[in-house]
């Protein structure tokens, strides 16, 4: 079969290109990009004027809940949400139930995906023994079962001594090491960003100190043993000067933020609107503009979703029993897209962000529209507005704070291999 | 003053209005007077349910609601979280749920977690009244230390009020902190530095220029002050003791006559009980002629009244009061 998608602007990390053309796929594989290909009477032809046509994103920060809360999330239904939002590679945390943390998990993971996911999925293991923050798991028998990288997702690895093996461990097999920044004694028992709004709210605040000095911390670890750390999800504006202080020093690491922290504020959780809570928590204005401005520089290299279903049963109860976190994976490209609008990012940069820089953090070749490639691509229409309504959404748990607003930009063909969607368009 | 507008819930002093806070006050003296009665009772709540559901425990708050509603002659069902399905692992939305069910028109609920009594307001479609809510909010508490002022200062501008002790973990601070300078009053607040709002928080207790002071040196807070206010020290909030000792706090924060010799001439000095005395009180100040501590017990019912009346009937007085 050939697919001809016409006029499109094709925007290739890979490459380094953004042109308008036209791209043809034949028997799933990139045969190439030009001005003007002729078509056949064996061509569908897609037309994609004012649309972008881009590799699929990649998405390294998703909860997929399965095994164990597969009543929030599974992994057909995780997986079918991912190819709705242009996500055409996840990969999924470790804290399922039971948590990641052995070669028998990585393999029901994949066999599961193997026959109900739909897109690509690459595990995360435990860096911990039931993410304890104790024991070292198994790195290399997690890594032969098909692990990229290990994570104790949620809890930062607060022994200095562990964290600091697991990093030359991770090393030895080639394993990203991804971090939580979060320090406990500074966080816990908290549900939202110290200030305004905790203290308006009488909760227990988050503050600024408990992300900055695990990153520090981790950073210093990273500088001893030589391995990266990617420090996942960066919420504020104090942990910036010590990331150029990074750069300077040529400490190895690698950093993400999600669109929810440049989108939204704390303000989000006023009257106790459970749908905002997260870890770590929406934060100021200030912050948000800081994590634009370090997009914009370079410090931070990565979106991701940090995709967290959760249904009614941990949502719709009171403040402090609400499990944190948010769904992401069809709001990524959309909310990342304010980016672009607002001038931060051109869309080659976006693009970087969200395809090939994440590919490079867990060691895998990120997907690209070369001659010769598997056909791995999306139609994105960055005009197009809509509701997201609870239909739009395709995951089980329709936890976002974004349920039922306007959107722009909406994914309208995927395609992997052979394999062609073209999604219905909502209103 | 529209004494008709019925209020749906009283969940907060920050959502309050300064002329829904002073209809309260009004409406609280008016009723007080039912409680000076050879028989006081009123039949105005006759056969009204009110729900009094206590997840913490609490004996004056408790008492006062119950005294209040049956001094209006609703009755009264108490609901604490021992011995009921609670502890079978019910919702706290199914258990208000169910008791709407069996008849409940209103619901006073003191809850550990911030935010609970909002829960149920938003989901239950039932009037409800916090009595306290983790470490959030307890505005009857605020609204009863407002009258008890009115009643002896008359009138709430320019006082300079100061609230000494765990300003962190209390609610009943959080609560007075905005009532009394809704009402034109200011706030000084001190105690031991990490028990402080941090700066961060500041922000939102400043409703006015200059309504609100943090003050490190707690002889700040309360020279010259018109009203002082001292908290209890709160133990069970913590998960560890957050004080050195009571020793220390009582040695550098607590209240003494000497302390007391710093204050205005006739200052009322209030607490909003339960008493650790020798610890923020010591107990030579229960004979300082403004302490005002019972008058606070007394009108805690009277405002009461004031808010079971308004929401169940918004406020109709005239069958009350002749």
């Given at each position: 079969m050939k697919l001809l998608i016409k006029k499109g602007r094709i925007i290739d990390p890979s490459q380094g290109i953004d042109q308008i053309?036209?791209?043809?796929?034949?028997?799933?594989?990139?045969?190439?990009?030009?001005?003007?290909?002729?078509?056949?009477?064996?061509?569908?032809?897609?037309?994609?004027?004012?649309k972008w046509v881009l590799p699929g994103l990649v998405d390294i920060h998703v909860h997929l809940r399965d095994p164990g809360q597969e009543w929030k999330e599974d992994i057909e239904t995780g997986t079918r949400a991912a190819l709705y939002g242009g996500v055409l590679r996840v990969a999924c945390m470790p804290n399922t139930v039971p948590p990641n943390d052995t070669p028998e998990i990585t393999s029901y993971i994949l066999k599961k995906v193997e026959e109900k996911g739909y897109v690509k999925v690459y595990p995360i293991g435990c860096i911990t023994q039931g993410q304890k923050g104790e024991e070292l798991t198994e790195f290399g028998r997690l890594k032969e079962a098909g692990v990229v990288a290990v994570s104790d997702d949620g809890k930062w690895v607060a022994h200095s001594e562990v964290m600091k093996r697991a990093l030359l461990y991770a090393k030895?097999?080639?394993?990203?090491?991804?971090?939580?920044?979060?320090?406990?004694?500074?966080?816990?028992?908290?549900?939202?960003?110290?200030?305004?709004?905790?203290?308006?709210?009488?909760l227990k605040g988050i503050p600024w100190s408990a992300e900055v000095a695990a990153v520090v911390r981790d950073l210093l670890l990273a500088k001893e043993t030589g391995q990266p750390v990617?420090?996942?999800?960066?919420?504020?504006?104090?942990?910036?000067?010590?990331?150029?202080?990074?750069?300077?020093?040529?400490?190895?690491?690698?950093?993400?933020?999600?669109?929810?922290?440049?989108?939204?504020?704390?303000?989000?959780?006023?009257?106790?609107?459970?749908?905002?809570?997260v870890n770590p928590p929406l934060r100021r204005e200030e912050d948000v503009l800081a994590i634009?401005?370090?997009?914009?520089?370079?410090?931070?290299?990565?979106?991701?979703?940090?995709?967290?279903?959760?249904?009614?049963?941990?949502?719709?109860?009171?403040?402090?029993?609400?499990?944190?976190?948010?769904?992401?994976?069809?709001?990524?490209?959309?909310?990342?897209?304010t980016l672009v609008k607002e001038g931060w990012l051109n869309p080659l940069k976006l693009t970087e962000c969200l395809i090939t820089n994440p590919a490079k953090v867990i060691n895998v070749e990120p997907p690209s529209l070369k001659p010769g490639k598997k056909a791995e691509l999306i139609v994105f229409d960055p005009n197009k507005t809509y509701v997201l309504g609870p239909d739009v959404i395709q995951s089980k748990s329709k936890n976002t704070p974004f349920?039922?607003?306007?959107?722009?930009?909406?994914?309208?063909l995927a395609v992997i291999g052979e394999k062609v969607w073209e999604f219905n368009q909502p209103v | 003053?529209?004494?008709?507008?019925?209020?749906?819930?009283?969940?907060?002093?920050?959502?309050?209005?300064?002329?829904?806070?002073?209809?309260?006050?009004?409406?609280?003296?008016?009723?007080?007077?039912?409680?000076?009665?050879?028989?006081?009772?009123?039949?105005?709540?006759?056969?009204?349910?009110?729900?009094?559901?206590?997840y913490e425990p609490s004996t004056r708050t408790r008492f006062s609601f119950d005294r209040a509603a049956k001094a209006l002659s609703a009755d009264t069902l108490t609901f604490s979280a021992k011995g009921s399905s609670i502890e079978k692992g019910e919702s706290l939305l199914d258990t208000v749920k169910n008791l709407k069910a069996i008849g409940a028109e209103l619901v006073v609920i003191r809850h550990p977690m911030e935010g609970a009594p909002h829960f149920i307001a938003k989901n239950a479609n039932i009037p409800v009244v916090n009595a306290g809510d983790g470490t959030h909010e307890h505005p009857t508490q605020a609204l009863l230390d407002l009258l008890t002022v009115k009643e002896r200062?008359?009138?709430?501008?320019?006082?300079?009020?100061?609230?000494?002790?765990?300003?962190?973990?209390?609610?009943?601070?959080?609560?007075?902190?905005?009532?009394?300078?809704?009402?034109?009053?200011?706030?000084?607040?001190?105690?031991?530095?990490?028990?402080?709002?941090?700066?961060?928080?500041?922000?939102?207790?400043?409703?006015?220029?200059?309504?609100?002071?943090?003050?490190?040196?707690?002889?700040?807070?309360?020279?010259d002050a018109d009203i002082v206010i001292a908290l209890r020290v709160q133990r069970e909030r913590h998960g560890k003791p957050l004080i050195p000792s009571f020793t220390e706090y009582q040695t550098f924060f607590g209240l003494t006559f000497?302390?007391?010799?710093?204050?205005?001439?006739?200052?009322?000095?209030?607490?909003?009980?339960?008493?650790?005395?020798?610890?923020?009180?010591?107990?030579?100040?229960?004979?300082?002629?403004?302490?005002?501590?019972?008058?606070?017990?007394?009108?805690?019912?009277?405002?009461?009244?004031?808010?079971?009346?308004?929401?169940?009937?918004?406020?109709?007085?005239?069958?009350?009061?002749?």
């Open positions: 053309g036209d791209l043809l796929v034949e028997e799933g594989i990139i045969k190439g990009i030009a001005d003007d290909i002729p078509s056949d009477q064996y061509t569908k032809v897609f037309w994609a004027k004012e030895q097999f080639n394993l990203a090491v991804i971090s939580h920044c979060e320090d406990p004694t500074l966080s816990q028992g908290g549900q939202i960003n110290e200030g305004f709004f905790s203290a308006k709210l009488g990617h420090l996942a999800h960066l919420s504020c504006k104090e942990v910036f000067p010590f990331l150029r202080w990074a750069k300077e020093e040529d400490i190895p690491f690698t950093a993400e933020t999600c669109p929810h922290y440049f989108c939204l504020t704390e303000k989000e959780v006023d009257e106790y609107n459970t749908l905002a809570k634009k401005e370090a997009l914009k520089e370079g410090l931070i290299q990565v979106i991701a979703s940090d995709h967290a279903p959760h249904s009614v049963l941990e949502k719709e109860v009171e403040f402090s029993l609400a499990s944190p976190g948010m769904i992401g994976l069809q709001t990524l490209l959309p909310l990342s897209l349920l039922n607003k306007e959107l722009q930009g909406i994914t309208v | 003053m529209d004494l008709t507008s019925k209020p749906q819930h009283v969940l907060d002093i920050a959502s309050l209005s300064s002329e829904e806070i002073k209809s309260f006050l009004e409406l609280g003296e008016t009723l007080k007077e039912i409680l000076k009665r050879p028989i006081p009772k009123v039949p105005t709540l006759r056969g009204r349910l009110i729900v009094l559901l206590f200062l008359g009138d709430f501008t320019g006082l300079k009020v100061a609230i000494l002790g765990d300003i962190k973990h209390s609610r009943v601070a959080k609560s007075d902190i905005l009532a009394f300078q809704k009402m034109g009053a200011k706030v000084y607040v001190s105690g031991p530095a990490y028990l402080l709002p941090t700066p961060l928080e500041e922000e939102y207790f400043r409703i006015y220029p200059g309504g609100f002071k943090i003050c490190y040196d707690p002889k700040e807070a309360i020279r000497k302390e007391l010799e710093l204050i205005k001439e006739g200052a009322l000095l209030m607490h909003p009980g339960p008493i650790n005395w020798g610890v923020e009180l010591s107990p030579e100040v229960e004979q300082y002629p403004f302490q005002v501590i019972l008058d606070q017990v007394e009108n805690g019912v009277a405002i009461r009244m004031a808010i079971l009346l308004k929401l169940l009937t918004g406020g109709k007085t005239y069958e009350v009061t002749h």
